[in-house]
C-alpha cells in the first residue's frame, strides 16, 4: 500500500517501557498502520508522490493518549450553559446567575453547569439563596457531579414537581422538607430528568456541531481516543454522522448504559449492540451504575456518611444486577460499573467474580472507586478488573486538609482512602486513568499531572491530598497509553509505537517524563494522529 503519512526528526517515546528508541522517524500505510521505523532518510525514502511528510522538528512523539472516561456528546450539550465551576461561594453563583439572566430574555431558560456543593459550606443543599434573582426564571444548575442538580421554583413549576415521588433508580430522589416542599435538589439522572424532558433542547445541527467543536478540542489536546460511557438520546446517530463525513478526529469505544428496570429483551439488545459502528467508533461494552455520588448523599458505603446518607445501592435489588453482570459475561461483554462508595466497589467485584466462576474472562471495569479499603485492592489484580480512576477529581473537589464537602461527609478514616491509585498499581489492578468530562476539564496531559501532585489545579501551590497516592510520571503515561489499549482489548495493535500498531499517535513539545509534575499541563501539543491522519497540527510541525 502506498505511504499515507511519514513523520521525522522526532523523538520517539515507548510508553511501555519509558525509554527512547533508537529510531527518528515512522512511516504510516494506507491501512493506517505503523509501516516502518528508522531514521530520517530510510524513512523518507518511503515516501510518494501523496504521502504527507512533517518534520516534528525534535518533538517527543507518543501513542496517542486515550481518555478512559468521557462523555462527549453530553460534554458538548452541557458546557454550552453557564459555566459555575470557578464560584467559590454562595455570593459568587449569586452573582453569575443575576449576570446571566440580564441578558437573557423573558422566559427563557437558563441552564447552568459545574456547581460546586462547597460553595454552600455548612448549609444545605437547595435552590432557596438563589429564590431572589432567580424569581419567574425558569433553571437547571447541574451540580459538578453531574448526578444532581438545582431546578428554580418556576422550572419545578413547569414540570409539575410539588413533593416527592418513588424512582426505579434507588438512589433517586426529589428532596423535599420536613413539610414536603422541593427544596430544588434533585439526585440522580430518573429525578433531574423530570425538569430535562420540558426543557428547551438543542437542535440536531447545533448538536452536531457543538459535538464536533468539543472533539475538535480534544484532538488538539493530544487525546487520540476516548472510552465513552453513554449512549444516550442521538449520540450514536451523531457519531456516526461525523464519521461517515469523516470529522470524526478522535477513536471511541462506546458502553450503552444499562439501567434499573432492564428487563431481559433490554439485555438481549444491548449485547446484539456490541461490535456496530463505523470506521472509528464502535460499541464495546455496557455501562452500569452501582450507586451515585459521595458529594450529594447517594453513593453507596459500608457505613453510613456523617448525614446517615450514602446508605443505599443504585439497584433496588443489588442481586438483579449481579444476575445481569453473570448474563453479560456469558455473552462476553465488558462492563464498565459506576462504584464509588465502598460497599458498591466491592459488590461490584462479588459480581464479577460470580460471573467469572461460571464463565470465560472477560475484561470487566469499575469506574472512580473514590474510597476503598484494604481488601478490595487486591481483589482487582485477582479478578483481572481494570480500575478506571479520575485523579482530578481528587485535585479538584476535594483539600488536603479535609475540610470539603465529600471528605467531611466520610470523616477522617475514609477520606485518608481517597482515590487510592498508588496502592492499586502496587496491588497489581491495571489502572486506566481519565477525565470524566465534562465533570472535569479533559486535556489528558493536566489529568497525567494530576494524577502525580494530587494538587488543585487552579492553585498548584496548595498543598497534595494524600500525596502518597500519586503516581510516578512513567505510570501516568502507561495509564492512558498501554493501559487504556490493554482495557479495550486492544494491547495488540495500540498504545505503542510498533510496527503493525495504529497509527494514533500524540507529538509534544517536551519529554512528559522529566517535565515537572506542575508544568506537565502546559506542554504544547505539536501534533495528534488518528489512523495515520493529522486531526490537530500546531506550527511547531513543518
Known amino acids: 500500500m502506498p505511504t499515507r503519512l511519514v513523520l521525522t526528526s522526532a523523538r520517539l517515546l515507548d510508553p511501555g517501557s519509558g525509554t527512547f528508541l533508537p529510531e527518528t522517524a515512522l512511516a504510516v500505510a494506507g491501512t493506517g498502520r505503523i509501516a516502518a521505523l528508522g531514521d530520517d532518510r530510510e524513512i523518507r525514502a518511503l515516501a510518494g508522490p501523496d504521502?504527507?511528510?512533517?518534520?516534528?522538528?525534535?518533538?517527543?512523539?507518543?501513542?496517542?493518549?486515550v481518555d478512559g472516561h468521557l462523555h462527549p456528546v453530553t460534554g458538548a450539550e452541557l458546557t454550552h450553559g453557564l459555566d459555575l465551576s470557578r464560584c467559590a461561594d454562595v455570593a459568587g453563583v449569586r452573582a453569575a446567575l443575576a449576570g446571566a439572566v440580564r441578558e437573557?430574555?423573558?422566559?427563557?431558560?437558563?441552564?447552568?453547569w459545574g456547581l460546586d456543593p462547597n460553595v454552600f459550606g455548612d448549609e444545605p443543599v437547595g435552590i432557596a439563596p438563589f429564590d431572589e434573582v432567580l424569581d419567574g426564571v425558569p433553571a437547571f444548575l447541574l451540580l459538578f457531579d453531574a448526578h444532581s442538580a438545582l431546578a428554580s421554583r418556576r422550572a419545578l413549576e413547569l414540570a409539575g414537581i410539588d413533593g416527592p415521588r418513588a424512582f426505579d433508580q434507588a438512589s433517586a430522589e426529589i428532596v423535599c422538607d420536613a413539610d414536603g416542599v422541593p427544596t430544588g435538589l434533585l439526585q440522580e439522572d430518573a429525578a433531574c430528568e423530570l425538569v430535562e424532558r420540558i426543557a428547551p433542547r438543542p437542535t440536531r445541527a447545533e448538536q452536531r456541531d457543538r459535538l464536533a467543536a468539543a472533539l475538535r478540542a480534544m484532538a488538539a489536546a493530544g487525546l487520540t481516543g476516548g472510552h465513552?460511557?453513554?449512549?444516550?438520546?442521538?449520540?450514536?446517530?451523531?457519531?456516526?454522522?461525523l464519521d461517515a463525513a469523516g470529522e470524526l478526529p478522535l477513536r471511541l469505544r462506546v458502553a450503552p448504559w444499562c439501567q434499573p428496570g432492564t428487563d431481559a429483551e433490554g439485555v438481549r439488545a444491548l449485547i446484539e449492540q456490541q461490535g456496530t459502528g463505523g470506521a472509528l467508533w464502535r460499541v464495546d461494552g455496557v455501562k452500569l451504575f452501582m450507586d451515585g455520588t459521595i458529594d450529594n448523599g447517594t453513593a453507596w458505603l459500608e457505613r453510613p456518611d456523617?448525614?446517615?446518607?450514602?446508605?443505599?445501592?443504585?439497584?433496588?435489588?443489588?442481586?438483579a444486577y449481579t444476575a445481569?453482570?453473570?448474563?453479560?459475561?456469558?455473552?462476553?461483554?465488558?462492563?464498565?460499573?459506576?462504584?464509588?462508595?465502598?460497599?458498591?466497589?466491592?459488590?461490584a467485584l462479588d459480581a464479577v467474580a460470580k460471573a467469572a466462576a461460571a464463565g470465560p474472562r472477560v475484561r470487566h471495569r469499575v469506574e472512580h472507586?473514590?474510597?476503598?479499603?484494604?481488601?478490595?485492592?487486591?481483589?482487582?489484580?485477582?479478578?483481572?478488573v481494570i480500575a478506571s480512576m479520575q485523579p482530578t477529581h481528587c485535585c479538584d473537589f476535594t483539600r488536603a486538609d479535609h475540610t470539603d464537602n465529600w471528605s467531611r461527609r466520610l470523616g477522617e478514616e475514609r477520606a485518608s482512602r481517597a482515590w487510592?491509585?498508588?496502592d492499586l498499581w502496587d496491588a497489581g489492578a491495571t489502572v486506566v486513568l481519565g477525565s470524566d468530562w465534562p465533570i472535569a476539564p479533559f486535556p489528558p496531559l493536566g489529568v497525567m499531572a494530576g494524577a502525580r501532585h494530587r494538587r488543585p489545579t487552579h492553585d498548584l501551590t496548595q498543598p497534595p491530598h494524600n500525596p502518597g497516592q500519586a503516581l510516578t510520571a512513567l505510570e501516568a503515561l502507561r495509564a492512558v497509553t498501554v493501559n487504556a489499549a490493554f482495557a479495550a482489548g486492544e494491547e495488540h495493535e495500540a498504545g505503542r509505537l510498533a510496527v503493525g500498531h495504529r497509527a494514533d499517535l500524540t507529538a509534544l513539545g517536551a519529554d512528559p517524563l522529566t517535565t515537572p509534575a506542575t508544568e506537565l499541563a502546559d506542554v504544547p501539543v505539536v501534533l495528534t494522529t488518528v489512523d495515520g491522519r493529522v486531526t490537530h497540527r500546531s506550527a511547531g510541525a513543518s
Not at 512533517?54 to 496517542?64: E, H, N, R
Not at 472507586?369 to 483481572?384: H, K, M, N, S, W
Open 228 to 241: 465513552v460511557m453513554d449512549a444516550n438520546g442521538d449520540s450514536l446517530a451523531l457519531l456516526a454522522e
Open 51 to 65: 504521502t504527507e511528510v512533517i518534520d516534528l522538528g525534535g518533538a517527543v512523539l507518543t501513542a496517542g493518549f
Open 369 to 384: 472507586i473514590e474510597t476503598v479499603p484494604d481488601d478490595t485492592l487486591r481483589r482487582f489484580a485477582e479478578l483481572g
Open 420 to 422: 487510592r491509585c498508588r
Open 324 to 347: 445481569i453482570i453473570g448474563e453479560l459475561h456469558r455473552a462476553g461483554v465488558p462492563t464498565a460499573t459506576h462504584a464509588i462508595g465502598d460497599a458498591a466497589v466491592r459488590h
Open 104 to 112: 437573557q430574555g423573558r422566559g427563557d431558560w437558563l441552564f447552568g
Open 306 to 319: 456523617c448525614h446517615g446518607e450514602s446508605r443505599h445501592a443504585f439497584w433496588p435489588d443489588p442481586e
